[in-house]
């Protein structure tokens, strides 16, 4: 196994970076990809929420600012520890983890919430849902993609729910269906570091990390006509394991 370490990271000015080698001479426009294309993609992604066992209804947590909240995690780990916060608050509720796909959560928490009538008036208390990242990483890039070239509202998003980060190399790719290589891209530097070591690469030429965050990249899918935004393959963060004990 390769000494954990913190390699380097690039911010890219956009995501098309990721896929700029795979549209050699494309003489048209490509066509981008529909909300549920998008979907799809990211569907083969588990993420996980506290779920009342009876209603099967996710748990909501209070916010700081008072606002209700369910959250949907990648990281198995955080969501096992969210759930035993709540099962300790709730001592009298049947609590347990559900699994969504990720595709389903992120139209539910960032398109769904965002397009909604702002002139509803539903008076039933609101629910906000929102997706969380692995925190470890979601703090590294925070300050690269503070800088990053993108709308305001997506920048809004990031700094007050917290980016979704990605990460990915020009330099890995995996076989795909129909000869065409698909480039990944990882929820957690590790898997990246582990998806390259098992292609044989090796650790003294391991690529530069390039980061992106998801939310950028799911509008980039939605309106750039300049890359085939096909080849892109969301590969799910490895399964968390609680450490073996040592010696005794």
Known sequence: ??????????LLGTACALSV??????PVPLRPLQRQEIVEKLDAIPVFSVINRQTQQVVPTASK???????????????????EMLRRGNPGVLLTLAATPLGTAFALSEWEQVDVDPNDDDSAPKVELRLQ?????????????S???VPPLLRRRNEVNGALPLFGSNELRFAAEQGKPALPLF?????????????GGKA?????????DLRTLAWQMQFD?????????????????????GPA
């Open 21 to 26: 080698a795979m549209r050699a001479d494309i």
């Open 147 to 149: 800088e990053a070239p």
């Open 133 to 145: 990242a692995c925190q470890a990483e979601a703090l590294v890039v925070a300050p690269l993609l």
């Open 65 to 83: 600012n008072g606002v209700l909240r369910c959250d949907f995690h990648l990281e198995l780990a955080e969501a096992t520890a969210s759930l």
């Open 1 to 10: 196994m390769p000494e954990r370490r913190v390699f380097p990271t690039l």
């Open 204 to 212: 003294e030429a391991m690529p530069v990390v390039q980061v992106t």
């Open 225 to 245: 006509c300049v890359h085939d935004w096909r080849p892109l393959l969301f590969v799910a963060p490895a399964p968390w394991r609680p450490e073996a004990p």
């Open 187 to 199: 929820f957690r530097r590790n898997d990246f570091v582990a998806a390259w070591m098992a292609s």
